[in-house]
């Protein structure tokens, strides 16, 4: 089995690519159920973000991958193929260490998405399908990202989509303190805009989610009200910002009801920024007047503002992350030898017990203990050395030379010159 890392990013494929193959957070642990056990694939993490859908796994038919992703997602392969890479072994360790540190991010240096690997790690744990490469890899991840983020200035004057999402706001209106804020969902990236939207004080503040609970808990925190989804329709004209991020396949907004919204608003502008993948806003909607529309695409302008101030530090972080794939890589090839080394001692096991059972007779039978010790060992020693004085007896003059290296190497032998 060799370890590959499957996927397509913001780099890769366009947001109407990315959304068609991003995984519901409900359905995830059905999903690596679905690959692990369908598939030549012994152990699968994935991870499914707004920016990038990944598949972390242990498999000898890669191409079973790609195929299982474009049929889990009802697509035919050849749609999705040109946007996948493939990542083999010591590039598939380089590209999570990268991903973890931030490095491979829209926003370069950004947090969140250690966090979302970490999550993606625990549904595979929950789904049973981490097994001990993955562990040891995502292990080795999450520590190389902790060093990256202490020793580098990786995420100094960092630009986040909630910060980005304020600026485009902010180009629209005035004054954000004038201005009614609609959150809809209640997960880490709305916390994170909901947080940098009070900020400013809005003039009100409302988060509508599927629970109500959760939405009266982050309402709480940035002294907003609540609503369930089912309360859109009545209450979108009320507002003129909305931050939507949920994990809906199917859009939250669509366009009939924005443009009743409009009407009732008498055409005032809507500021509407969509970070869901699938989106949450109908792509019909960017046809309506006064409305300004952004995905999470169109924030990578923005976001690049200061990424110059922290490129000094992306050198400084890939010789972090290189050390660390040049370990882990080491540690992956030592245990290809384990098999080997425990048939070896297994071997050596076996013998030893044989000439022990021989010299414990002779003992029963009164025979001298120094006789016995000194049969046993000259025993011992003869056996472990049949096999490989055999071999360079009858090596060939081809292979004489490299044989009679590793045994030097092996046992440490020097020759008198």
């Given at each position: 089995m060799h370890l590959f890392a499957f996927g397509i990013n913001h780099q890769t494929a366009p947001l109407s690519v990315r959304e068609q193959i991003a995984f519901n957070v409900d359905a995830m642990e059905s999903a690596l159920r679905d690959l692990v056990g369908n598939s030549a694939v012994?152990?699968?993490?994935?991870?499914?973000?707004?920016?990038?859908?990944?598949?972390?796994?242990?498999?000898?038919?890669p191409t079973q991958v790609v195929d299982w992703l474009a049929s889990y997602h009802q697509l035919p392969s050849a749609d999705i193929a040109p946007y996948i890479y493939q990542l083999p072994q010591e590039q598939a360790v380089k590209h999570a260490f990268r991903v973890a540190s931030g490095l491979d991010?829209?926003?370069?240096?950004?947090?969140?998405?250690?966090?979302?690997?970490?999550?993606?790690?625990?549904?595979?744990?929950?789904?049973?399908?981490?097994?001990?490469?993955?562990?040891?890899?995502?292990?080795?991840t999450f520590s190389v990202a902790k060093d990256v983020r202490t020793q580098?200035?990786?995420g100094a004057n960092l630009v986040s989509m909630a910060a980005a999402a304020v600026k485009l706001a902010e180009r629209i209106f005035p004054s954000i303190e004038d201005q009614r804020v609609l959150f809809i969902g209640a997960g880490e990236m709305i916390e994170l805009n909901a947080v940098h939207f009070?900020?400013?004080?809005?003039?009100?503040?409302?988060?509508?989610?599927?629970?109500?609970?959760?939405?009266?808990?982050?309402?709480?925190?940035?002294?907003?009200?609540a609503i369930t989804l089912n309360e859109l329709p009545d209450q979108l004209a009320h507002h003129d910002i909305i931050v939507t991020c949920t994990a809906s396949q199917l859009p939250i907004l669509g366009k009939g009801m924005v443009e009743r919204a409009l009407k009732e608003r008498k055409h005032r502008p809507l500021f509407i920024v969509d970070l869901a993948v699938p989106r949450d806003v109908e792509k019909e909607v960017t046809e309506l007047r006064?409305?300004?529309?952004?995905?999470?695409?169109?924030?990578?302008?923005?976001?690049?503002?200061?990424?110059?101030?922290?490129?000094?530090?992306?050198k400084e972080a890939e010789v972090i992350i290189d050390s660390g794939v040049n370990d882990f890589i080491h540690w992956m090839e030592s245990r290809e030898v384990v098999p080997t080394i425990r048939?070896?001692?297994?071997?050596?096991?076996?013998?030893?017990?044989?000439?022990?059972?021989?010299?414990?007779?002779?003992?029963?039978k009164g025979d001298s203990p120094e006789k016995v010790l000194e049969a046993f060992s000259n025993a011992l020693t003869n056996k472990f050395l049949h096999a490989p004085t055999q071999s360079l007896n009858q090596a060939q003059a081809t292979e004489r030379e490299a044989l009679l290296d590793a045994v030097h190497r092996i046992y440490n032998l020097h020759t008198p010159e």
């Open positions: 012994k152990e699968a993490t994935i991870l499914s973000t707004c920016n990038r859908t990944e598949v972390y796994c242990s498999t000898n038919a991010s829209m926003v370069l240096g950004e947090p969140q998405i250690l966090g979302q690997m970490k999550q993606a790690v625990r549904q595979a744990e929950q789904a049973g399908t981490l097994g001990f490469l993955l562990h040891k890899l995502f292990q080795r580098t200035e990786i009070a900020a400013r004080n809005p003039k009100h503040i409302t988060v509508a989610n599927r629970t109500l609970d959760r939405a009266q808990a982050l309402a709480r925190r940035i002294n907003g009200h006064d409305v300004f529309l952004y995905t999470v695409d169109d924030l990578s302008e923005v976001v690049r503002d200061g990424l110059d101030a922290r490129q000094g530090a992306v048939t070896l001692r297994d071997h050596a096991e076996r013998q030893r017990r044989s000439e022990m059972e021989k010299a414990l007779r002779q003992l029963a």
